[in-house]
Every structure is written in C-alpha cells, then in structure tokens.
C-alpha cells in the first residue's frame, strides 16, 4: 500500500489540489452572500492586484483607442489642409479671373462707345526701367498687328500714354507721368486749356500753361484737347489738385493726379485712328502761342 502511495504520490498530490478548491466552491456556493474569512482574506490580498490589472488593461485599450483615433485624427486634418488649399487656389483663380473680365469688359464698352474709333488689344508683357530710371511698359502688338508709333494706349479710365518704339511683334510705352510726356488738355467744367506733364513718380503730374486768369478748381477733371496731333478730343486724363495761384506771373500752378496708375495696367487698346488733329500740328504749344 505504501508502495502504491509512492508510485502514484504526484498524481494523488494534482488530484487534491484539485478537489481542494471544488470542495470549498460546492461547500460555500450555498452561501456566496456570506463569504469566509478565507474568502474574505483572499478578496483582500487580491483586490489590489485585480485594479492594478484592471488599470493597466484599461489604459492600454484606452491609449490604443487614443492612438488609433489621433492618427485618424492626423489623417483627416492632412486631407481637409490639403483640399483647403486646393479650393483657396480654385477661389484665387476666380477672382483674378472675374477681374480681367471686368477689366475686358471696360475695355470693350469704351471700343463700343466710339464706333469712328479703331482700337487695337493688347497685354503688358515687360516692365523695365529706362534711360534715367523711367518706366517703360511693353504691349504684345508691335507693327505686324497695325501698331505704330505715338499711337495712344488707353484703358477705360483713360490715357496710359503713347507709343514710343515699335518692333515687330512689341511696343513700347512713353506713360502719361513720364518727364518726357506731354499731353495737351482742356479742363472739362469750363474747357480752359493747359498741358499735363509727367513728373516721374508713378502717381503724379503736373499742370503748366494754365493761365492764371482761367476758372479753375482743385478737383477739375482734364481731358484731351485734341489738339496736339495725338490724343483725340475727350480722354480723361487726371483731376486738379493742389491748385496755387500767385500774385504775380502769368500761369497757375497745379498738380495732376493721373486718371490712371501705370502700375496696375495689365490689358490696354491702342487707338490706332481717331479723329484727331494731323500729325504735322506742334504738340503742347502754350496757350496763345502760335506754331
């Protein structure tokens, strides 16, 4: 028997392990609402380690989900960054679009509204700098498409200037501020006569041969007189300011600010015949003057 006990020792000792445990279970499952000291002493002992497990399984699932989240999170702020762009781009092109249009549709409607006119559109392609820091523009027309020289260029709000240089396929442009420029005007509330001058600057000109006798204000507006061989009669050309009239001398004095701003022309119509005056008539004569 002792024997028998040896031999199967590990096997008896697996089984009452075994049935230790079941046997408490089925003597206390009539009374699970009533726990043991055992049982008490166990929940106690284990109680810490079942929320440190607890805690850990949770923050886990828990920084996972977070993970898993926040990369889904990252993923779409990419995706709405980069179609945020897109439309921001597609809304730029619009509004540059509805802009040349407008501009185009200005143009059109001042080539309309002179039918004894010819016009001919043309873009800026080149600003640079000349002899003594003036600025030239350069149209995509030169003399294949009809341009010439000292042919106006306009836009709808009035003179840009005149063609200076001709080339095959470019022009260039003397603008109106130009200190080379010269355009004889009539002042259009009292058709007084006066010649603009640029001065340089692109925002500025200046008013000579005004006699001091004429009604003039600040805030007049000048328009082409027709009258010195290249601008036809009624371009607007700028508004009086700054009006300073002496005691003494002749002329009145006043600054121009042009109708225009060079910097911004991006389309013009170069007018290449209107009714105006022959070419052989002297440009910016002073008022009394004769040839």
């Not at 781009?89 to 039918?115: F, H, I, K, T």
């Not at 001398?249 to 600054?255: D, R």
């Amino acid at each position: 028997m002792f024997q028998l006990i040896k031999r199967y020792r590990e096997l008896l000792l697996v089984a009452a392990l075994l049935v230790l445990p079941l046997g408490v279970f089925f003597a206390h499952a009539k009374r699970a609402d009533d726990p043991s000291r055992v049982d008490r002493a166990i929940l106690w002992v284990t109680r810490p380690v079942e929320w440190v497990v607890a805690r850990a399984v949770t923050g886990s699932l828990e920084a996972w989900s977070g993970y898993v989240a926040l990369r889904h999170a990252h993923d779409q702020a990419r995706t709405l960054s980069r179609e945020n762009n897109m439309l921001r781009m597609e809304r730029d092109a619009l509004l540059q679009e509805r802009a040349e249009n407008e501009r185009l549709r200005r143009l059109l409607s001042l080539e309309q509204g002179a039918p004894d006119r010819t016009y001919l559109g043309a873009r800026v392609i080149g600003v640079r700098l000349g002899p003594s820091g003036r600025q030239i523009l350069t149209l995509d027309r030169g003399s294949e498409d009809g341009a010439g020289r000292n042919m106006p260029v306009l836009v709808a709000d009035g003179v840009v200037g005149r063609i200076q240089a001709v080339t095959t396929r470019t022009s260039d442009v003397l603008l109106l501020v130009d200190t080379y420029s010269s355009i004889a005007v009539r002042v259009e509330r009292t058709r007084a006569r006066a010649n603009v001058r640029g001065t340089g600057k692109p925002d500025g000109a200046r008013l000579e041969y005004a006699l001091r006798s004429e009604d003039m204000i600040e805030g007049d507006v000048l328009v082409t007189s027709g009258t010195d061989g290249i601008f036809p009669r009624g371009l607007r050309v700028g508004k009086v300011t700054q009006l300073r009239r002496s005691q003494h001398g002749l002329f009145q004095e006043a600054t121009v600010v042009p109708s225009v701003d060079p910097t911004r022309v991006e389309e013009a119509l170069v007018l290449t015949s209107a009714d105006r005056a022959p070419e052989t008539a002297p440009a910016a004569l002073a008022p009394g003057k004769t040839p």
